[in-house]
């Protein structure tokens, strides 16, 4: 018999060395936090557009994961990018699901007597701004982010939201600004901008010489403001290969640029005279957020990004657990289920469940607990995930990611533990802004349009409402965007052949309530009471203006707030 282990694709071997490197006593405490110590988790967040996969692919491209990167830019000859595998995010050369990618750095700041190899865990988010919920469910397994900003954009609506979600959650920030070889906003707007606008005061690592779309190379800044070393980029064909680079000083870099090299210096030294330098203190409390100008299109400061996560972004940490009791990552192990995807194995249709380890050591084949059931689970396919394609997992530390093959008892926000009994608190849902009536375009195929539903719905797609009224063949879709819906339809077909039809409710917004508010509710004109999947009772209402009336004339009822990322 075939598992889906033994038909699965396999990583390249950089990257599948990970799962097997680990030293001999890494079972032990002290072995625990060693391997926890050189483990970097982070996510990149920004606006859709910003150029968010296509760095996600130079950074593997750097880490000689990948051989060459892919494109989103839809240039003629190129593929889409590695970690963008549904056929819709080739189709538009966008992410709408989730990836992690897991590979080997090694710092090229570390001396040779402490260079070692770091573990790479970059968890890939969905980038258009109707997926915000996936993106907050991974923004709950990583310990740092990587906030790309567009230079000639600035800050824009998802990113300063999903910055929010950052800062709420204690995640420090490092800044990209991207696309820094295309005309934009001058770097000194710029930092202005994240300044005045988030409250987080930039203090650049890396200063580029050239313009925007003139971009020659980085200054790379050291005390006071000083520079250390000029680091000059050269253009490989289409950006598909590690862009060479020529490290010079300051005299050399000058006779190479003239009047380009000294406005970048004085520019960094106008910046220590602000007290924009780096204070990894300040960094770690969210105040400051280390900045790298780039360019992923043409690989230029990509392996700057990859150093400063290693040197900068903090390890694994422990986590509080429901009662605010921290799990210390050298405890038994315990693990956060935080995605589950299905259709990523076509030939075998399995359900893959995305958990970040908090604590111990992960062994495949190992009996875990499921905390929210108390039942055993069987560990027995582990895997890593590069896009679609996988390698078996035999060992995992905190920080890590590890997929779990048709895991159907896991959802988001589910705990796994071992020996330690440990309980995490749950994933909250965004408040749902788009609802839609879901049928099946023939009655021959309920029972595949039912099986397609508890899949999306469990996996947390969307939202699926119900009530008597409307009865199990017409369930309401919730959701934060509108594509949501689409991706519902297009895996429903493809997934399992079935063409759903989709008809808009006219409600704009949703409040919690109770079974003793629910008759009232549905008798007031405008709405109309649901039971999530969950069990929680949700009050669609057409408009605000309703709500507000409502509230005033039926004061006793509940109608509460959904729980959303910036609360």
């Known amino acids: 018999m075939t598992t889906p282990s033994d038909s699965a694709d396999t990583i390249p071997a950089e990257a599948a060395s990970v799962a097997t490197s680990a030293a001999p006593e890494g079972k032990s405490e002290k072995g625990v936090r060693a391997e926890a110590s050189r483990r970097r988790t982070f996510a990149v967040i920004s606006h859709p557009d910003a150029g968010k996969s296509t760095l996600t692919e130079a950074l593997a491209l750097h880490a000689k994961v990948i051989s060459e990167a892919g494109a989103v830019h839809g240039k003629a000859g190129r593929k889409s990018t590695v970690s963008d595998w549904m056929e819709m995010e080739k189709a538009r050369g966008i992410s709408v699901s989730s990836t992690a990618l897991q590979f080997n750095y090694r710092s090229t700041e570390a001396s040779a007597d402490e260079a070692v190899d770091n573990v790479i865990n970059l968890v890939d988010t969905p980038g258009h701004s109707d997926f915000s919920e996936d993106t907050y469910r991974v923004l709950t397994a990583v310990d740092a982010a990587v906030m790309l900003i567009d230079a000639a954009k600035g800050l824009e609506p998802q990113t300063l939201k999903l910055f929010q979600v950052c800062r709420h959650r204690g995640i420090p920030v490092i800044t990209v600004i991207n696309k820094w070889d295309r005309p934009g906003q001058t770097p000194l707007e710029l930092l202005d901008e994240i300044q005045e606008r988030i409250g987080l005061t930039p203090t650049p690592l890396y200063w580029p010489v050239g ?45 190479k640029e003239g009047s380009e090299w000294e406005t970048a210096a004085e520019e960094s030294e106008l910046l220590s005279a602000t007290g924009q330098d780096h204070d990894q203190e300040l960094f770690l409390g969210g105040q400051t957020s280390p900045v790298i100008f780039a360019s992923a299109m043409l690989n230029f400061g990509v392996r700057q990004i990859l150093d400063t996560l290693v040197e900068l972004a903090p390890p694994p940490r422990a986590r509080e657990d429901v009662g605010g009791t921290p799990r210390e990552v050298t405890d038994p192990f315990s693990a956060v289920v935080f995605k589950v995807q299905a259709g990523m194995d076509t030939a075998h249709r399995d359900r893959l469940a995305f958990m970040r380890i908090v604590s111990g050591v992960f062994e495949r084949g190992m009996v875990v607990t499921h905390a929210q059931t108390g039942k055993p689970f069987t560990t027995k396919y582990a895997q890593t995930v590069f896009g679609r394609e996988r390698s078996t997992v035999e060992s995992a530390y905190p920080g890590d990611v590890v997929g779990l093959v048709n895991a159907t008892a896991l959802a988001p926000g589910h705990t796994l533990f071992f020996e330690k009994k440990v309980e995490f608190p749950p994933i909250p849902s965004f408040a749902p802004e788009h609802f839609s009536i879901l049928r099946a375009e023939s009655a021959g195929k309920y029972k595949q349009f039912r099986r397609a539903v508890d899949q999306l719905d469990s996996e947390g797609v969307v939202q699926i409402l119900r009530n008597d009224l409307r009865g199990d063949a017409s369930p309401v879709m919730a959701a934060v965007g509108p594509m949501q ?43 109309e009471v649901f039971t999530r999947s969950d069990g929680v009772m949700l009050a669609l209402v057409s408009d605000k203006w309703r709500l507000q009336y409502i509230q005033k004339e039926l004061p006793d009822l509940t109608l509460e707030p959904l729980v959303a990322a910036a609360d």
Do not use: C, H, W
């Open 485 to 527: 819906f689409e991706v519902v339809a297009a895996r429903m077909k493809a997934e399992f052949n079935v063409e759903a039809r989709m008809e808009p409710l006219g409600y704009a917004l949703a409040r919690r309530t109770d079974a003793e508010s629910a008759d009232e509710l549905n008798r007031q004109r405008g709405v």
């Open 211 to 255: 313009i925007a779309g003139d971009f020659r190379g980085l200054l790379r800044r050291g005390e006071d403001g000083a520079p250390r070393e000029y680091i000059r980029f050269t253009r490989t064909a289409g950006g598909a290969k590690i862009a060479p680079e020529e490290v010079m000083d300051a005299d050399a870099a000058l006779a």
